[in-house]
């Protein structure tokens, strides 16, 4: 599916990924985020000079995709913290997370709007201040308030430093792009 | 190094709570097993009770019908542990943020408590209903707990492997064949032996042997089935 694709993103960075419906976007994010194995090339990514295998990437990244979900019968609290727990971060992390997000804590996973939805997605991704951020179509279904929220946090992960490969269909006006890799050329 | 056990256990306590959290919020595998379990008892009771069969016929044959009763409860319900997980696409949250033999670990906790659970009620109910006389109950609880274990543990196996295939109940079928065949073999003729007084010689520690290897099996798979 996937042929030809070369690029690098250094800390601070942003890499955007464009191309068209079934252009092997999401695809080269998985690869990249460790859920999906590579036929074949090489994917090097390292943390504090340790350069990190794909089981050790899907532990550290912090990813959103459209088909990332939550459990509907759990509360937006109770999700977040169950996932704190298994990343072995305080629960509070969570509770800091989901404020910045402006989220109903009580409300169940299953009763969210598509928009809120999406807020949770950030919300996990972020939950282990992750150095990695793997954003697949991160800003679809937010009103204003949510898109502006989402892009002040994406612009904090980068100035602390941090990375962060975007798969959109389109072009994104952020400045910190700082790789282009059109799949649709 | 204690720190590490201490955090993969609290990340498979995690998963156990949430199980059981979902689990009394949609009552799903609860409703399935305790419904499939009682329909069979009383069947079984209505045929084979103190009216069906006589005594003799009855120390054979009842054995064998319990460990059935148990086995097609928990085909009922145990496969959608992981099913589950990837039809709702919450898959990918826990690939991301579980370690794969705590998730393991966690999941097969929660299917035994459920397995130990449905013994707990079926096997008193099925004894006073068939009138089956027991004559080494420590026994016969014994055999309970290894099988159940056993169960629980093969059917978690299968269920991750199956997880991701298309045709999830035929192959939950055929895989839990030749998986559990041996298991429910050493349960029935242990059960048969604690009903007539037969201390079980060794099958017993054939059993437990078996309870161990399923294990080791178990946890070294599913980092393999479980992620890409």
Same mark, same amino acid.
């Given at each position: ?68 979900? !939550? ?11 169950? !996932? ?57 279904? !937010? ?30 006006? !952020? ?11 | ?228």
């Amino acid at each position: 599916m996937l042929r030809g694709v070369s690029g690098t993103v250094d800390p601070g960075e942003m890499m955007l990924v464009t191309g068209p419906n079934g252009s092997g976007k999401s695809t080269l994010l998985r690869c990249l985020a460790g859920l999906l194995a590579a036929d074949g090339g090489t994917i090097a990514y390292q943390e504090n000079g340790t350069p990190l295998d794909g089981a050790e990437r899907r532990r550290r990244v912090g990813v959103i995709a459209p088909d990332l979900a !939550f459990y509907a019968e759990l509360t937006v609290e109770e999700n977040l913290a169950f !996932f704190a727990r298994l990343r072995r971060v305080p629960a509070a992390r969570g509770l800091g997370v989901l404020s910045r997000l402006n989220l109903p804590l009580d409300r169940l996973a299953g009763n969210l709007s598509s928009g809120m939805r999406q807020r949770l997605r950030w919300g996990f991704a972020l939950l282990h201040s992750p150095r990695l951020l793997l954003l697949d179509e991160p800003f679809q279904n !937010f009103d204003a308030p949510g898109e502006r929220i989402a892009r002040e946090l994406l612009e904090e992960h980068l100035a602390e430093g941090g990375l962060a490969v975007v798969a959109n269909p389109s072009s994104l006006d !952020f400045h910190h792009v700082a790789n282009h890799l059109d799949l649709g050329a | 190094m204690w720190q590490t056990i201490s955090t993969w256990a609290l990340e498979a306590t995690a998963v156990f709570v949430k199980e059981w959290r979902c689990e009394f919020r949609t009552r799903y595998a609860l409703n399935t097993l305790a419904l499939f379990a009682f329909t069979t008892l009383v069947v079984v009771s209505f045929s084979l009770g103190p009216l069906g069969v006589d005594r003799s016929h009855g120390t054979a044959v009842l054995p064998v019908l319990l460990w059935i009763i148990l086995l097609f409860s928990v085909a009922a319900g145990l496969p959608r542990t992981f099913v589950q997980e990837e039809e709702t696409q919450t898959a990918m949250a826990l690939r991301l943020s579980a370690t794969p033999s705590a998730l393991f670990c966690g999941k097969l906790l929660y299917n035994l408590t459920l397995v130990l659970a449905l013994e707990v009620l079926v096997t008193p109910a099925y004894v006073i209903m068939t009138s089956l006389e027991v004559a080494s109950p420590w026994l016969l609880v014994a055999v309970l707990a290894a099988g159940g274990y056993g169960l629980a543990t093969g059917s978690t196996l299968v269920a991750a492997i199956i997880a991701q295939a298309r045709s999830k109940g035929t192959l939950f079928s055929v895989l839990s064949f030749p998986i559990l065949l041996p298991l429910l073999v050493l349960a029935v003729e242990l059960t048969r032996g604690a009903t007539a007084g037969d201390p079980g010689g060794v099958a017993v520690p054939v059993l437990l042997l078996y309870d161990a290897t399923i294990t080791v099996a178990g946890l070294m798979l599913f980092p393999v089935v479980w992620n890409p």
